[in-house]
T-cell receptor
Framework: AQTVTQSQPEMSVQEAETVTLSCTYD???????LFWYKQPPSRQMILVIR??????QNATENRFSVNFQKAAKSFSLKISDSQLGDTAMYFC???????????FGQGTRLTINP | DAGVIQSPRHEVTEMGQEVTLRCKPI?????LFWYRQTMMRGLELLIY????????DSGMPEDRFSAKMPNASFSTLKIQPSEPRDSAVYFC?????????????FGEGSRLTVL
């Protein structure tokens, strides 16, 4: 079974700073996908970024980028030029290729301070 | 598009009562998922459907829980009888099977409190 671990329950940074959220996972699969989802206070989960395990290049979406280390089974999220609207819970998630089940980590509560 | 619509947004009930949570997926999506979120266990997949057919219900806690999808635009999650440990936020999500892998569109959740 796959597991996803987020070791930082809470983080807090000042607006405009860069912040990195950590995620590790455990799997015996070779082909899979990794995700970061954001859950703002409104509760609705929103996909932030996605990485295919077969791709060596790290995914980037505007201010959001990942550092994917397949051998280490590590998948961190970097948020550059953080904004107040980035305040949310962030969940790392795993999905095996061909499967539809997302396995989520416990989440990191990120607060961006003005 | 209105997104995934869940109702009710909040539900407070007493132990032993029946609870029905409702979900309308995004039009055109053919996969529907029910997740439960608690502080202790995080986000857990309860059940998912493809083309209205239940595919994996291994996450359903026990027989008190049941889910149906009578058509492509509606699903229910029922708890009967409810217990205090069922208190959680229940999310419905939909996606297009064969589409962008892992891109689930979530509703705003139904917060259930069982007294």
């Amino acid at each position: 079974a796959q597991t996803v671990t987020q070791s930082q329950p809470e983080m807090s940074v000042q607006e405009a700073e860069t912040v990195t959220l950590s995620c590790t996972y455990d799997t015996s699969e070779n082909n899979y996908y990794l995700f970061w989802y954001k859950q703002p206070p409104s509760r609705q989960m929103i996909l932030v970024i996605r990485q295919e395990a077969y791709k060596q290049q790290n995914a980037t979406e505007n201010r959001f980028s990942v550092n994917f280390q397949k051998a280490a089974k590590s998948f961190s999220l970097k948020i550059s030029d953080s904004q107040l609207g980035d305040t949310a819970m962030y969940f790392c998630a795993f999905m095996a290729q061909g499967a539809q089940k997302l396995v989520f980590g416990q989440g990191t509560r990120l607060t961006i301070n003005p | 598009d209105a997104g995934v619509i869940q109702s009710p947004r909040h539900e407070v009930t007493e132990m032993g009562q029946e609870v029905t949570l409702r979900c309308k997926p995004i039009s055109g999506h053919n996969s529907l998922f029910w997740y439960r979120q608690t502080m202790m266990r995080g986000l857990e997949l309860l059940i998912y459907f493809n083309n209205n057919v239940p595919i994996d219900d291994s996450g359903m806690p026990e027989d008190r829980f049941s889910a149906k999808m009578p058509n492509a635009s509606f699903s229910t999650l029922k708890i009967q009888p409810s217990e205090p440990r069922d208190s959680a936020v229940y999310f419905c999500a939909s996606s297009l099977q064969g589409g962008f892998a892992g891109e689930l569109f979530f509703g705003e959740g139904s917060r259930l409190t069982v007294l």
